[in-house]
Structure formats: structure tokens, C-alpha cells
């Protein structure tokens, strides 16, 4: 009954001349992400379809934010385009059982996807093992709202460590990646984020790092929270409403630390570098191509928690010229990747996927 009612109101429209987002209702940052998408398909003169069509429309052009709303299902074609983003998802992953799931399901039925959005070379590489035609994929990574994350100065440095009670002269390593099982209290650790690795960091950095203190934000934070209490490292831990909201919060930081295994972004790259703060990140995700090692920031390999603390070390002493000289070079590179300059790479991904308008 709702494919015939659907059938009815979508009579007239041309094929594939609609664009459905479909996303994970849960997850803050692919919502964030359609956002941003809805915003790029406006711009090239592309119409939307109802998103809880999706399950009922035919002869249009359905984008997943996620492989997990397509993969892990037995998905029909319809008579559709259909692509997805295809962030991260190794197969083999402990406890990442549907990242095999997935990567199968791509393997058998590869023909049958249209388009596929990967983040980072790393993800691309993977995506062509399964057979995908190379024409298909497209990289283009999580971008950044440059309006949204502006370059923080002296003045909102201090007016954001009163706004989370971050004592003025500490020395705060930020930490903004959810890290914990599900989306409870998040005891239970997320192993490809790095949470177990992050406090080893910690642990190292209490006694090299005079006034250290962290800044956590985001849900599912409590094993990193424990941990801390543990070491006796100081934290704040803030909930925030919204990701512009977390803006603020590299205000109110000295680096931003990502300590994961593994990545789709992790957006924390280009937010730092927009904001100005100080980088250290493993090699994971688009931080392979998009950090530049003692540059725009500092790069070491995943779980060498030696570096990773030397690192953090070494951004506590940095010169005053240093510094600047990072923030400019991070500037730049988020610049590069914000929305709308990746809009020129959306538009090659949704070039004969979807109706497209004339150029605005």
C-alpha cells in the first residue's frame, strides 16, 4: 500500500530526477553530514525527495550517508541509482563483525552500486578490492564549516576556559572523539577509536606536562573518564548540543589529540586546523592525506604511544613562531576542504547519478 501511495504522488517526475539522503538516525555527525549534503544538492541545482520515501520510491537516485542502511540489509534495486558513503570499515576489525558484513556484501553485489563516497585513500584502495569499478568512487573527505569553526584568538581563549572551568594557566589536551560502546555511559571501550591508547598518553603526560588537564566532549566518554580519575589527571567533560557547538570547545584547548586505530574523518583534523589549534593525530583516515607532518601538524603511527606523547611534548614547548606558523598552514588546508570547495568533487560523484540543474 505505501509503494502504491508513493507510486501516486511521484507520477510525473522524470527518472532519477530526485535525490533521497538516507542516513542513521543516531549517529550526530552523518546528520551533520546530510546537512551538508542537502546544502551542496541545493547549490547544484538538484531536487530532493521526502527521505522516508526511500523504502518505496523507484526510478530516482537514493544516497546512504552510511553503508551499514544499505550493506546490512538485502537491498532491491528498484530501478534506482544507488550509492553511500563508505567511510571506514575494514573487514577482519575485532568486534566490527558488520564491517565484514559489509565488505561481503559489496564484494557479491558491487555491480548494483552506482556511486560510492570514500574519505580517504586508505578506504579507496579497500573499496576497489571488491571488484568496484574505479569510475565509481569517488574520494572526498569529511569537510569543515570554516564560518562555523573561525580561527579563536586570545579573547576567546579565556572566555571559553571560564565557560568549562578550565583553570587559565593549565595546559589542556582536548580530546573530542566518542569513544565508548552504544550511546550510554560508554564503560565499555571502542577500540578502534583509541580510548585505552589516549590514556597510556595521559598516564605519560602527567608527569611531562606541567597543569595538565583534558577536555573531553561527546556521549559514551565514561572509560576515558575513569581512567583519568585513575591516573589522578585532571578533566572537564562537556556534553554539547550540537558539532558547531564543539567550536567552542577548541577554544578552549592547547592540542587536540587523536589517538585511534582506525577512522572514516576524524573530522577533529580539519576542525583543529580551522580553529588554529595544535594537531597530534596516529595515522588513521584522512589524516594520512591531509596532515603534513611538523606543518599544518603532527602525524605518528597507530598505537606508538611514545610518539604520541612526545608529540603533545613537544606542541607544550613550541615557540611562539612555531605555533603561527602552524595555524596558518592548518588554516589553509581547511580552507581547501571545506564545503564548498569540495563542491566541485560532489558534483563529479553525482554527475550522471542524479538530475542535475544548471551550474550555480
Known sequence: MRRAVVGRRTRGWGRHSRLFIGQEAAEWVLSYEARQLVRTAHALGIQLGPPEWINAVESQSIFHQSQFTLLLHDFERRGNNLGFAYFHGRPGTPGMPEFDACFDT?????REIDRVQVTNREMEKLVLETGMAREKVHRIPIGIDVDAFPLRSLESVGDARRRFGLPASAFVVGSFQKDGVGWGEGLEP??????DVLLSVAERLRDLVPELCFLLTGPSRNFVRAGLERLGVPYRHALLDDVDAVAKAYEAIDVCVVASRDE???RAVL???????PLVTTRVGQAADLVQHGVNGWMVDVEDVEALAGAVVHVAGASPNEVARMREAGRVTADENSYPALRPRWRALLDGFVVMGDDV
Open 106 to 110: 559489496m564484494h557479491r553485489r558491487h
Open 190 to 195: 571502542k577500540l578502534i577509536k583509541g580510548p
Open 264 to 266: 572514516g574523518g576524524p
Open 271 to 277: 576542525e583543529s586546523m580551522a580553529t588554529g589549534v
